[in-house]
């Protein structure tokens, strides 16, 4: 066991290695004019990245969900309404801050971007669509759960949820304004993973919020397209 807690904060190390490829290493690559080449290979990053953190906390996410399947639809129509307060409390950060500082630039490549297919946009959903685990994993338990002195537990509460927005900071090219409303979702998904004790708890929530921001209307334009309409 003592091994095994060792190897997880080997966790750690997953998502600021995706960033700093992401950031700075898949730029130089000779991939800005071909979105789609793009999106494969970020794509496969991500989920390397995802199957790294499911190979090192297979055995604590399996125990942990033991103890959450108990009252499963219970514990999943609570994650529900977390998730529609989730929408709402971002919607609140957004409606406080200045527009003026939560403008994106689009870059170069978002038309390139904009000209995919339903097929490449269901691929582009792949990614927010498993990011829940090694964000909640690394944030909420390494980063949070695995303290147990209160004060301390305070603390990390705020500092995991202002570096859970800004590892969002490529999303919006490069504005820390428009990280803000994350940072706050991030402190939100803190909370739930508290109240629940239990990391699947938080995950559950997380997944829920990026499935309806990502892969469900993407999927929805997928079988459009695929009966022609």
Sequence with gaps: MEQANKRQWWGLLVIPIEFIIGQYLLPLLPIENNPKLGLIVSTLLFVSGFAVMI??????LKA????????????????????VGAFMLLQLVRGIIPAHLLTVESSGTDSGGAQLSAGWMLLAAITPF???FAEELTFRYLLLGK???????????????ILFGLIHINNFSGNVYATIPYMVIGVYFGVIYLLFKNIWGSIIVHWMFNSINSILPALFLFILSFFGI
């Design 147 to 161: 303290f147990t002195n209160r004060l301390v537990r305070v603390v990390m509460l705020f500092v995991q949820g």
């Design 64 to 83: 942990q969900w033991q103890l959450y399947r108990h009252k499963l639809f219970w514990r999943l129509l609570i994650s529900m309404v977390l998730v």
């Design 130 to 132: 498993i990011a829940p």
């Design 55 to 60: 190979y090192l906390f297979k055995d604590f």
